[in-house]
């Protein structure tokens, strides 16, 4: 039984370095560095930081991030989402369902998306927090239902699985562009006549830049990024999602609404999972039923390098994002550098395994966990 | 006497086919500290549940403050002023003591008009209160998962009392503390009976229920075997009926005393 005392004689003074290193997000911060290092030694040369190679990975990971902020949270709270992937594959068609087949404004079809997706999320909230059964069951019967009537619908009505024609069918509409246009065009178009970016010296797209604006993909990604982290580190909320991921029954002990919090959170996983659907159909202007597949799992390993704990109650979106970006930069780098692209596993397990080595090591610091 | 501040009535509760609880009574008035005595599985942890929300009584009636109450769970409980500290804390290891010490209770400052959970304000209140019981913290960022046993029982009360209760019920909170806080909570719950809040003590160890208990109930198997007033019984006694009046009398001669 220890004793307090008046000094603090058993407590040794913690270098301030150290104290600013001991963070979640250490593993998903040397992962980056690491990461970015490798590349620049190895790939410099292979286009991979030209303007167009910046925006090919950043586009990528910003994916990746969309939907990692939502497993994050939804993690540290507990639980897990294993329909993520067929939830993606499910928002898309809906949307090219009701904007084209049933030829729906486009603003209407995107928002009844959002409103069955996000239904679904509270579905399997409600049936995992009724149930008390592992959300890991749940959600993998999700998986295969939505993924089932994201190819049985389109096939019934249209006798395709791969319906076309969402970027003409969504011109002119005021909420699309939120998810499927570009901004900052006149900043990258003078970068471009300033010659601090490529042009394009052929073809009937001469003298404008090769990168011509930010996707609002990204935006979504660092908006969800910093709404994520506030939520998480500055809210009552957000002590109520740690706490309920923590101990679900001390939590609910002292008046933590933990069931509430988990289907919200299940709800916010579904939000992600239709912002990242919404924007991959205005970009490839078309919604195919075996989209998203394994985005789930992308998705838990990006929080899981970040530094959260499988089991729940600690974690950190800043972390979750870096895992994101890690895994981005990853896949395309390798491509970039020519690297038989079956390595890309190899590589993902081995920084997959280092990490989760890393954090462990470091949660067991910060939690005295044993 | 004045009305007690809870009334618990012929409470039952039954798990399934096991009878936890088969009608025990007991009152709390303002200011009394009302020990709960008796032998393991004997009911005193699912008594107190049902008091402070987490479980529904199978049957039986609750009257808080004169009026029948009907609490759905713990957040009802404690926003009428019933603060628990359960035997199995209700401490998240992998969260600090101050996110635990507010837990259920965030302060709130606004910017912006938004609503940001106030760290400054929880940091500092808890390393205060956190000195007042004789632990001293590395820093309120501590996670609980690295204070002793017996810390981690003391912030839960320091909790418990700091947000002002009319009700504060203890589970067994010395039975992982060793010396100094033991008397350390033993001073807290005579501080917080004088402040005229009732105060509901589990202990097996009649001493320390003695060195603070105004009255005295005794369950065994799931019924009330008696309430005593301080005065009325001796410390023997209580120990008997907390053996169901068996078994230990024989074994007194050999232990010489000293259970
Ligand atoms: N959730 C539950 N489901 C089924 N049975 C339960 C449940 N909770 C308690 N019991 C049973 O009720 C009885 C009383 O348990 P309780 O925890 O109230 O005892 P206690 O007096 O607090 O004991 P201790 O001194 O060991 O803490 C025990 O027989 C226990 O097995
Ligand atoms: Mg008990």
């Known amino acids: ?370 | 006497m004045s009305e007690p501040i809870i009334r618990m009535k012929d409470i039952e509760k039954h798990f399934g086919s096991v009878i936890a609880l088969a009608g025990v009574s007991v009152d709390v008035f303002a200011g009394e500290c009302h020990c709960l005595l008796g032998d393991n599985g004997a009911g005193k942890s699912t008594f107190i549940k049902t008091m402070s929300g987490v479980h529904k009584p199978t049957k039986g009636e609750i009257i808080f403050e004169g009026k029948p109450l009907d609490f759905a769970d713990p957040r009802d409980a404690i926003a009428a002023g019933i603060a628990t500290v359960h035997q199995h804390l209700a401490m998240i290891p992998l969260m600090s003591v101050s996110r635990n010490f507010f837990m259920g209770n965030e302060p709130i400052k606004k910017v912006a008009g938004l609503r940001f959970f106030d760290h400054d304000y929880a940091n500092r209140v808890t390393m205060e209160e956190m000195k007042k019981m004789g632990i001293n913290l590395r820093g309120p960022d501590q996670a609980v998962g690295t204070l002793s046993g017996g810390e981690r029982q003391t912030v839960a009360i320091a909790r418990a009392v700091h947000f002002g209760a009319k009700v504060l019920i203890l589970d067994e909170p010395t039975s992982a503390l060793g010396v100094r806080q033991t008397s350390n909570v033993l001073a807290t719950v005579d501080k917080v009976r004088k402040a005229g809040i009732g105060v509901v003590f589990i202990t097996h160890n009649v001493r320390h229920a003695m060195a603070v208990g105004d009255r005295f109930t005794v369950l065994n198997r799931g019924q009330t075997l008696g309430t005593a007033t301080r005065g009325e019984i001796t410390p023997e006694e209580l120990q008997d009926m907390m053996a169901g009046g068996q078994e230990l009398a024989t074994l007194e001669g050999s232990l010489g005393g000293t259970v």
């Open chain 1, 1 to 370: 039984m220890s004793d307090a005392t008046q000094t603090d004689e058993r407590i040794k003074d913690i270098s301030r370095l150290r104290k600013t290193l001991i963070r979640p997000e250490l593993g998903g911060i040397v992962g980056t560095i690491a990461v970015f290092t490798f590349f620049l030694l190895f790939a410099f040369d292979s286009g991979m930081f030209n303007a167009q190679g910046v925006m090919n990975w950043t586009v990528v990971s910003a994916q990746f991030v969309i939907i990692a902020v939502g497993a994050c949270l939804l993690m540290i709270s507990g639980e897990f989402d294993l329909s993520v992937g067929s939830m993606i594959g499910f928002a898309g068609m809906m949307i090219a369902i009701f904007g084209v087949t049933l030829d729906w404004p486009m603003w209407s079809a995107i928002l009844i998306t959002f409103a069955i997706c996000i239904a679904f999320g509270a579905l399997n909230g409600y049936i995992v927090v009724r149930t008390g059964l592992p959300s890991f069951i749940v959600t993998l019967a999700t998986l295969f239902i939505l993924r089932g009537f994201t190819i049985f619908i389109p096939q019934t009505l249209e006798r395709k699985t791969i319906i076309g024609g969402i970027r003409e069918a969504a011109e002119g509409d005021w909420l699309a562009p939120v998810f499927g246009s570009k901004i900052f065009g006149g900043l990258f178009q003078w970068l471009g006549d300033m010659g601090v970016i490529g042009t394009f010296t052929r073809g009937n797209r001469t003298g404008e830049p090769v990168v011509d604006g930010i996707p609002m993909l990204i935006i979504w990604a660092l908006l969800l990024v910093a709404f994520g982290h506030i939520l998480l580190t500055r809210t009552r909320f957000g002590n109520w999602i740690f706490a309920s991921g923590g101990d679900a029954d001390a939590a609910r002990n002292s008046g933590v609404p933990v069931n509430k919090v988990k289907i919200l959170m299940f709800m916010f996983t579904a939000f992600c999972a239709t912002v990242f659907a919404t924007c991959q159909v205005m970009e490839f202007g078309s919604a195919g039923a075996d989209r998203g597949l394994l985005k789930e799992f992308e998705a838990i390993i990006a929080v899981v390098i970040g530094g959260a704990l499988l089991t729940g109650g600690y974690g950190s979106v800043i972390g979750a994002a870096l895992g994101a970006l890690i895994f981005g930069v990853v896949q395309q780098g390798l491509f970039f550098a020519g690297v038989e692209s079956s390595l890309f596993r190899v590589f993902l397990g081995v920084i997959l395994l280092f990490a989760v080595i890393l954090n462990t090591y470091i949660r067991r610091i910060i939690t005295g966990e044993r």
